[in-house]
């Protein structure tokens, strides 16, 4: 007889979850809080403009990624859609001089060096490390959780070229990475795109993703690689719930009976897959104790493990002029500004426009996105508590940031529109996101990345998926763990 599947959240891991358990033979339906999946992988319309909420960039569009074919299998990715590939990871704009990481690396090397001759020899060793950073994959086959000792080594040895950037930079904390350089311009190119505190590795590797060209925005952008998600899904012959909450979690003896809705309505299956948010599920609903000792410790080491999350506005461009503006990413010096008690000295902006078919010329958009951490939401928590104060210090930041971006592009005055503005706040009220995580733990300097298992010891019918499952987390991870999880389910024979 078939079996029957519950997965809990319509994330990119539940989605991706979903058709894989649908090839294997499993009757799938997905429950999901909100009146539309995606979950973080999400964008909206305003006043005729669309805000894309996620996808920066996409790893895994290179055909020989092994990622690739998850994203094909999915229909996020298929010969018939278009790849956009911004010229640069980020610019800097200071006193006039325009500072790229360059997708090509080569070109970022000679503007790099051509500014700051001084730093030959630490731009130098930057490079050739991004440069073997470029082997970084996520895992796609097994999760490293699961992995006996050999598969971990074989792991290990696929990035060996990313050795030399681990021992360089792996216990580095940006500042101390950008400590290495003398030139001012450097200094700020490298200081204030990530937090202070952030591993220089992180960093490293994140421009490498640009260099190798596994990163790039597939057409339609977050809603458009969900939308073809739901098609493979539902046509395979899966089916959503939407606007079902679970709320409780009925366990018996090591098996789950029922999950309950918000709506009080009971839903059972032979086997569950918990593709939301994990710290609910063992803090609420079954107990920490069911909790794999992996993910415990990094709730419980906030030091050394981080949810970073951001404070957002977005701007739409009301003028059907194109007018001459930077692309992608950008981050430029300005007046200071304060958010959740922190000072600001710069501004980072993205431009949206390299996807006509959501960002025609005449509907442009910016967003600034300021990152934030932990420390950040449980300031826009209290501030949620009085939902008018919440929402005034949501708009006296927007209308700084619009200020800091017409004194940046004085072409802008006058032709910017407020469209949305949203705070670390929104993603918990989402997708029940832990401090409103944009994605999962950040590894800071002097701890160790950590993997959970998809299974629970002492639970045979509940599975785990999603972004927590791995450091970092990202679209990446979320879709692995979709996949793992359904591997888990059929290693236990259920
Ligand atoms: C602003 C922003 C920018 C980002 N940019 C990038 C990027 O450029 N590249 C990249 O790789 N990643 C990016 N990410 C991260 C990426 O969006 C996430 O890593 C990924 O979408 C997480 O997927 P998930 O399925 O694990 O979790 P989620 O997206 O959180 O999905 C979980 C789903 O479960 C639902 N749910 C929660 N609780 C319940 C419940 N009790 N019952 C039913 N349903 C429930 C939620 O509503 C949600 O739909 C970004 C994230 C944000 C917020």
């Not at 800097?92 to 500072?99: Q, S």
Request: aromatic content about 12%; proline content about 4%.
């Amino acid at each position: 007889m078939t079996k029957t599947l519950a997965i809990i959240g319509g994330g990119i891991s539940g989605l991706t979850a979903g058709i894989y358990a649908l090839q294997a033979g499993y009757d799938t339906t997905i429950y999901e809080k909100n009146s539309m999946v995606g979950g973080e992988c999400t964008g909206w319309n305003r006043q005729g403009y669309h805000i894309d909420n996620c996808v920066h960039f996409l790893l895994g569009c290179n055909e020989e990624d092994p990622l690739n074919k998850i994203w094909k299998n999915t229909g996020v990715l298929s010969d018939g859609i278009k790849l956009y590939r911004e010229p640069y990871f980020y610019c800097m704009e200071m006193n006039g001089k325009k500072i790229h990481l360059w997708r090509d690396i080569e070109k970022a090397r000679n503007e790099l060096f051509s500014i700051a001759p001084e730093d030959e020899k630490e731009l130098a060793l930057f490079f050739q490390c991004v440069k073997g950073c470029e082997c970084i994959q996520p895992p796609c086959e097994i999760s490293p959780a699961h992995m006996n000792p050999f598969q971990y080594m074989k792991m290990g040895m696929s990035m060996k070229n990313a050795l030399k950037a681990n021992k360089e930079y792996g216990k580095q904390t940006m500042s101390e990475f950008v400590s290495r350089f003398k030139n001012p311009y450097i200094k700020a190119l490298f200081g204030n795109y990530f937090n202070n505190n952030f591993s220089a590795l992180t960093f490293v590797t994140s421009y490498a993703f640009y260099t190798s060209n596994t990163a790039a925005i597939p057409e339609g952008g977050s809603t458009g690689m969900v939308s073809r998600m739901i098609q493979r899904f539902t046509t395979l012959g899966g089916r959503i719930n939407y606007s079902s909450e679970v709320k409780e979690v009925v366990i018996d003896r090591g098996h789950i009976r029922a999950i309950i809705l918000k709506n009080g309505k009971d839903i059972n299956a032979d086997n569950y897959i918990w593709a939301a948010d994990p710290y609910p599920l063992f803090h609420d609903m079954i107990g920490m104790k069911f909790m794999d000792p992996n993910l415990k410790y990094m709730y419980d080491n906030p030091a050394g493990y981080e949810a970073n999350t951001g404070y957002q506005a977005a701007f739409g461009i009301t003028t059907n002029e194109r007018l001459e503006l930077p692309e992608g990413s950008v981050i430029f010096p300005c007046e200071e500004y304060i958010i959740a008690k922190k000072r600001y000295s710069f501004c980072g902006m993205r431009l949206y426009d390299c996807d006509e078919g959501l960002f025609p010329v005449n509907k442009r958009v910016i967003q600034c996105n300021i990152l934030q951490n932990a420390d950040d939401f449980d300031y826009w928590a209290e501030l949620y508590n009085d939902k008018a104060v919440y929402e005034s210090e949501k708009m006296r930041i927007a209308k700084e940031l619009k200020e800091r971006l017409e004194m940046q592009y004085p072409q802008l005055a006058n032709k910017l529109v407020l469209l949305s503005t949203y705070s670390p706040v929104t993603f918990n009220k989402w997708c029940n996101a832990y401090k409103g995580g944009y994605m999962s733990f950040n590894v800071l300097k002097g701890f160790k990345s950590k993997y959970v298992k998809n299974t629970i010891e002492g639970i045979d019918n509940l599975f785990l998926a999603g972004q927590w499952l791995q450091n970092s987390g990202g679209l990446p991870i979320a879709a692995v763990e979709g996949k793992f999880a359904i591997a888990a389910l059929i290693k236990a024979g259920r």
